[in-house]
């Protein structure tokens, strides 16, 4: 696509449930990434897919969350038993260093917007 | 590691008035340093980047930085501010190393508000 495309832009839960947040990337971009934006935390990193492989999941803050990558297009953020600190804009970014120049050019996506109540 | 520091919260300017947002990083390999900008409800879009090439970088809606090694920072300016400019900025700072390759580490953000 034109861009890199996220649903739902807005979800809102009952704490406890699990919600599935969906990013499809630009294509042909190999590199894909899940940042979190909340009030007073800025953007944090979650996880980082090259192709479908996730080399760098460092940023995800409790076994809750889980992503995954599939044909090296779509991704898919898993948050299970929601708590309402989970509440958050989900970004997802996607790259490809052979157009960026190798360089780490994020393109963003709109964001989904989570609220736990 | 990298880290990035952006000094100011929030900044209000008159809308003709220079606008100036700090960043300051600190960054263990030679970085690449980016400069984003969130409208409201949009996605981050780059303003500009910085990758070892001019120290001057010149960008998108007339923002240009600079790139000084021995003061680690990068600050964004524009000359005249105009009243489309209000938005969320956002420094990051890429370590470009190992299995993060492309990895952005963030500032907390400037909220810029133009006044007319």
């Known amino acids: 696509g034109a861009g890199v495309s996220q649903s739902p832009s807005n979800k809102v839960t009952e704490k406890g449930k699990d919600v599935e947040l969906r990013c499809d990337p630009i294509s042909g971009h190999t590199a894909l990434y899940w940042y979190r934006q909340s009030l007073g935390q800025g953007l944090e990193f979650l996880i980082y897919?090259?192709?479908?492989?996730?080399?760098?999941k460092s940023g995800l803050p409790s076994d809750r969350f889980s992503a995954e990558r599939t044909g090296g297009s779509v991704s898919t953020l898993t948050i299970q038993r929601t708590q309402q600190e989970d509440s958050a804009v989900y970004l997802c970014?996607?790259?490809?260093?052979?157009?960026?120049?190798?360089?780490?050019?994020?393109?963003f996506g709109e964001g989904s917007r989570l609220t736990v109540l | 590691a990298q880290s990035v520091t952006q000094l100011g919260s929030h900044v209000s300017v008159s809308e003709g008035a220079l606008v100036l947002l700090r960043c300051n990083y600190s960054s263990s390999v030679p970085p690449y340093l980016f400069w984003y900008v969130q409208y409201p409800n949009q996605g981050l879009q780059l303003l500009l980047k910085?990758?070892?090439?001019?120290?001057l970088v010149k960008g998108i809606n007339g923002f240009e930085a600079e790139f000084k090694k021995s003061e680690t920072s990068f600050h964004l300016t524009k000359p005249s501010a105009h009243m489309s400019d209000a938005a969320e900025y956002f420094c990051?700072?890429?370590?470009?190393?190992?299995?993060?390759?492309?990895?952005?580490?963030f500032g907390q953000g400037t909220i810029l508000t133009v006044h007319p």
């Open positions: 897919f090259q192709g479908n492989s996730a080399p760098d």
């Open positions: 970014a996607s790259s490809s260093p052979l157009t960026s120049g190798g360089i780490g050019e994020l393109f």
């Open positions: 990051a700072v890429s370590g470009l190393r190992g299995t993060s390759y492309g990895k952005l580490t």
């Open positions: 910085y990758t070892s090439a001019a120290t």
